[in-house]
């Protein structure tokens, strides 16, 4: 698919790596680029066209809807983590997560499914993540969440596919934005990660890996889970 001439609805687009988003989509010569935000005063990127979206209200979703009628791109950015673990954490987090990262999505997804459709049917891009794969010893519940969003970005593909919607599912590790600001950790550019999703819309690709962790992890999934968790040796 072509971005020149494409109208597409970034979800998030208001900061980090959705900003790049919609910033890169004007440049490559979007028609129209809708900017998603629950608050449309934090839009600030010229050129593009505020819309007010809160992924996890299925009122707000309909109205995005509605009003980006024309789409034919959908790039689902919008997400959150709360840091929080599985066995000792809030349930009330975790559920936060799995309502945002995977609902969220799938709310979108359903609401922007037939207006790709009329409109030619277009691409989807998810936000998905290296924790998808393995998850590293904190913030479990970002990576569940994660896994249920690559199972649904795969599971969509299959069901978008006979009215020639294509699906991309972009995996990356850390990137530099403020989700992670104060974690020590090697961070991608959220530039280039977004250019990278880009590209792999315009060649047809199904899933991109963004960075060089994400790809080793992603070579490790035919492994044991004990070559995948080297830390559970030592205990």
Do not use: C
Not at 214 to 229: C, G, H, M, Q, R
Request: no cysteine; net charge negative; aromatic share 4%.
């Amino acid at each position: 698919m072509e971005i020149q001439g494409a109208i597409a609805l970034v979800t998030g687009a208001n900061r980090g790596i959705g900003r790049h988003f919609a910033r890169q989509l004007l440049e490559r010569g979007a028609a129209k680029v809708y900017a998603g935000a629950r608050d449309i005063d934090t839009v600030d990127l010229p050129g593009v066209q505020a819309v007010q979206l809160d992924i996890t209200d299925p009122a707000s979703v309909a109205a995005a809807a509605e009003a980006a009628s024309d789409a034919t791109i959908l790039i689902n950015n919008a997400g959150i983590a709360t840091f929080e673990n599985l066995v000792a954490g809030s349930e009330d987090a975790i559920r936060r997560e799995m309502e945002t990262n995977f609902f969220g999505a799938l709310r979108m997804v359903r609401a922007f499914a037939p207006v790709l459709g009329a409109n030619g049917g277009g691409a989807i891009l998810n936000m998905l993540s290296v924790l998808s794969w393995r998850t590293p010893g904190l913030g479990h519940a970002y990576a569940a969440a994660k896994a249920a969003s690559w199972s649904l970005t795969n599971a969509v593909r299959l069901e978008l596919a006979p009215q020639g919607t294509h699906v991309v599912g972009l995996h990356v590790a850390g990137v530099d934005t403020d989700m992670l600001a104060g974690i020590e950790a090697e961070k991608a550019d959220p530039a280039d990660v977004a250019r990278a999703g880009l590209d792999g819309i315009e060649s047809g690709a199904l899933e991109v890996l963004a960075d060089r962790p994400t790809a080793e992890v992603k070579a490790l999934l035919n492994a044991d889970p004990s070559v995948i968790y080297p830390e559970l040796a030592a205990r």
